[in-house]
């Protein structure tokens, strides 16, 4: 059974992943914000993120389309992408 999201459900998702578990301020997100320079996530923080997403979305996101994932804006145009 496949989930079906919105866009705003899956940024609301995101900010609340990047806020809780990453600390983020909540200030700081936005669908231009770059994950690693504004957002200061790293490598190993992208793949935490990457398997919280599939969490949320009950599919396995590929690495190699993970690395083309560089802002806020990128993570949600992936998801929709996914759930496709």
Same mark, same amino acid.
């Given at each position: 059974m496949n989930k079906q999201f919105t866009r705003e459900e899956i940024s609301a998702k995101l900010t609340e992943i990047l806020t809780d578990d990453f600390e983020i301020d909540?200030?700081? @997100?936005?669908?231009?914000?770059?994950?690693?320079d504004d957002l200061e996530l790293d490598s190993i923080d992208a793949v935490d993120l990457a398997v919280k997403l599939q969490y949320f979305t009950d599919k396995k996101i590929a690495p190699e389309n993970f690395k083309? @994932?560089?802002?806020?804006g990128d993570v949600i145009n992936a998801i929709e992408e996914l759930l496709k």
């Open positions: 909540e200030a700081k @997100i936005n669908p231009e914000a770059s994950l690693f083309q @994932i560089k802002t806020v």
